[in-house]
């Protein structure tokens, strides 16, 4: 061979060793900081709720809406959207300050444990408003509907429900 292609040579085989370290660093774990087995705490999350007024904007042709019902309902969505946009960015801030959460493992600070009580105390009152203002909604909304309708309309708010406690359900460890 000639120098030029055991030159080649060497740099495609180091390379491919280097590539091949990176990947079984990687697998392993190795290089990021606190080794592999330390996790993340999850941070604050607002729990998800059903806005009953949009969930019947959606499903308009099963519940046959009327061209009336339906002007009627718009206007109780840009209502509604007006009263709970304050609360909604609360909670947004309130996540989004707490996202990523702190390391199991490390012990948090006072100040850390105080903020976190602080944080989810203002999600729950904010989600308690969010609650009222989506339950004189949903009874503006509902009271728009015939028998039929409504019928269906607490059919589909009672499947949405449980589709959110169900995703609750999914997305812890043991499914408890």
Do not use: C
């Amino acid at each position: 061979m000639n120098r030029l292609n055991r030159m080649r040579w060497r740099l495609a085989v180091g390379m491919l060793l280097s590539v091949a370290a990176t990947r079984a660093q990687a697998q392993r774990g190795m290089g990021r900081r606190g080794g592999g087995n330390m996790m993340r705490q999850t941070g604050l999350v607002a729990p998800k709720l059903v806005n009953p007024v949009n969930l019947l904007i959606e499903h308009r042709p099963q519940l046959a809406l009327s061209d009336s019902q339906f002007i009627h309902l718009i206007t109780i969505k840009r209502a509604l959207d007006s009263t709970n946009a304050p609360l909604l960015r609360r909670i947004d801030s309130v996540e989004r300050l707490f996202r990523g959460g702190g390391l199991i493992f490390s012990d948090p600070s006072r100040e850390r444990r105080d903020s976190l009580a602080e944080g989810r105390a203002v999600i729950e009152q904010t989600t308690a408003a969010l609650r009222e203002s989506y339950g004189f909604a949903k009874e503006a909304a509902f009271a728009l509907l015939d028998a039929q309708q409504y019928a269906k309309a607490e059919d589909l708010y009672a499947k949405a429900e449980q589709a959110i406690v169900d995703e609750e359900k999914a997305k812890k460890p043991d499914g408890a």
